[in-house]
């Protein structure tokens, strides 16, 4: 069945970009941030909001020396960001390779200036983080923000390790080290918080997906792996919110597959609509059913993938209960008969982008709205079909 879509909204830039971020804790504005490699122009860090009831975009603009290769949003103060240099040629402790960064001037209740930028600010330093007892590293090349903001984790990764780091008052420290040597690990690609846990999340290197329990002490004790989760590199991985569980994987093969990582000896769901590398993968943090996914063929695909979801665990409870008390409620189904319960398969294809889509996020605001980043400097932000919205809902 033919799914309509409503209007994409462009955000353009004349930059390569690489990395994008919903604004973490802001749930009152669509705002998001991407940042600029800065390889022949001034890097630039841009903040961006999306009114969806007026359907415009307005940015803040901010100077970032040194460029972007990685970002994250501090889950624990929507105003600051934690930076990746593009460089990763520098060895820890020696140069500014990862910085937690503020962007002032505004914050999740204000709404935007009217200028159109603020080019005049620069985005504050506020910490490093280096640690000079340990042995010089590549940078990282990623960093990830856990979700909880009460426990202010980092996982900051490269091909030779992932670092934990903790954040006191601002002040960065690290706690953990997974070491790709110690681990006979190949190059390590991504890594990804448990939603809830602290202590766990898993990391992908070659095509092999490893979990990671650091509760024991500064050792990492691996508890599950799948050792050919693609038949190329995995790059892109995400933990199902609601059923942690559950993941998603997204490889060199074009695929992208689902799977349970109590029993991870094959996959629960494998889905082939994109015709190059996954470069990102994402559940929806509200409705876990819906599932992005990008890729270097420049498409951005919208998945339903309920029959692994928690919807799918719900309608199964409550059709047991239903087993034992009917009821007299025939016209209740009127709506769902006529729009059609969800369906796992491609829901919608978004081909705004020219060239490779490196990231796809959704709004820590509006649970149907999501924005995607390409190698040309497009951010596009979309929604989900209102067609399928209400298969959800109803």
Excluded at 313 to 334: M, W
Aim: hydrophobic share 35%; charged share 20%.
């Amino acid at each position: 069945m033919e799914v309509s879509r409503g209007a994409s909204h462009v955000y353009g830039i004349e930059r390569h970009t690489l990395c994008l971020a919903a604004v973490a804790g802001d749930t009152t504005s669509n705002r998001f941030v991407l940042g600029t490699l800065g390889v022949t122009e001034p890097a630039e860090i841009h903040l961006v909001d999306f009114n969806s009831d007026e359907g415009t975009l307005q940015s803040l603009v901010y100077k970032h020396e040194g460029g972007a290769r990685a970002l994250a949003s501090a889950s624990w103060d929507p105003t600051q960001l934690l930076v990746v240099g593009r460089d990763n040629t520098h060895a820890i402790g020696s140069a500014p390779s990862v910085e937690l960064v503020e962007l002032p001037g505004i914050s999740p209740q204000e709404k935007f200036p009217s200028q159109e930028s603020m080019l005049e600010q620069s985005a504050r330093r506020i910490a490093l983080l280096s640690d000079a007892s340990t042995e010089p590293q590549p940078s990282p090349h990623e960093i990830i923000c856990h979700s909880a903001a009460h426990c202010r984790q980092v996982a900051t990764v490269a091909s030779t390790g992932v670092g934990i780091w903790t954040f006191t008052q601002s002040a960065p420290s690290l706690v953990h080290i997974i070491s790709a040597a110690q681990n006979s690990m190949e190059d390590i690609g991504t890594a990804a918080w448990h939603p809830t846990a602290t202590t766990q999340l898993l990391t992908t290197d070659g095509m092999c997906v490893r979990s990671w329990d650091m509760r024991a002490d500064t050792s990492s004790h691996q508890t599950m792996s799948i050792d050919y989760a693609h038949s190329g590199k995995v790059r892109s991985l995400d933990y199902n919110p609601n059923l942690p569980y559950i993941i998603a994987t997204g490889g060199d093969d074009g695929s992208v597959r689902i799977w349970d990582t109590r029993n991870p000896s094959s996959e629960l769901m494998s889905i082939a609509n994109h015709t190059h590398w996954v470069y990102s993968v994402a559940f929806n943090p509200n409705h876990d059913q819906l599932l992005l996914s990008a890729g270097g063929d420049g498409l951005v695909n919208l998945e339903s993938t309920v029959s692994v979801s928690s919807a799918q665990v719900v309608t199964n409870a409550d059709s047991q209960d239903g087993l034992s008390d009917k009821g007299d409620d025939e016209g209740s189904n009127i709506d769902d008969e006529e729009i059609g319960k969800p369906s796992d398969g491609l829901v919608a294809q978004f081909d705004d982008h020219e060239t490779s889509v490196y990231a796809a996020c959704w709004s820590a605001a509006d649970p149907w709205l999501f924005a995607s980043l390409s190698f040309d400097g497009r951010m596009v932000i979309n929604t989900v079909p209102q067609e399928e919205k209400y298969r959800i809902l109803l």
